[in-house]
């Protein structure tokens, strides 16, 4: 049974990966997008939007890579426990 709850757990990170992925995918054609239209010509206002896409974009994958971390590492309170037992350990040696 624990195996299935794995399974069901990597396919709910999958899906969030999937679903950042699909996030940057749309906003970094939309940065595209503004882009060339400011090549066009200087713009502020397509500035001001390109800094918030960029900010934005930023954002996400920050929250990829805290996935992924958790994805390698296991959540936060698992490695603290970890790492606090192997501290014992130590002190007990």
Same mark, same amino acid.
């Given at each position: %049974?624990?195996?299935?709850?794995?399974?069901?757990?990597?396919?709910?990170? %999958?899906?969030?990966?999937?679903?950042?992925?699909?996030?940057?995918?749309?906003?970094?054609? $939309?940065?595209?997008?503004?882009?060339? $239209?400011?090549? *066009?010509?200087?713009?502020?206002?397509?500035?001001?939007?390109?800094?918030?896409?960029?900010?934005?974009?930023?954002?996400?994958?920050? *929250?990829?890579?805290?996935?992924?971390?958790?994805? $390698?590492?296991?959540?936060?309170?698992?490695?603290?426990?970890?790492?606090?037992? *192997? *501290? $014992?350990?130590?002190?007990?040696?």
């Amino acid at each position: %049974m624990r195996n299935i709850a794995t399974w069901a757990h990597v396919g709910q990170i %999958m899906t969030i990966l999937q679903t950042i992925h699909d996030e940057i995918d749309v906003l970094s054609g $939309r940065r595209t997008e503004l882009w060339q $239209r400011l090549s *066009e010509g200087r713009n502020p206002d397509l500035v001001a939007e390109i800094k918030a896409l960029d900010a934005e974009l930023d954002e996400l994958w920050d *929250e990829h890579r805290a996935v992924r971390a958790r994805i $390698r590492f296991g959540e936060r309170e698992q490695i603290v426990r970890r790492a606090r037992a *192997e *501290e $014992r350990l130590e002190r007990a040696a």
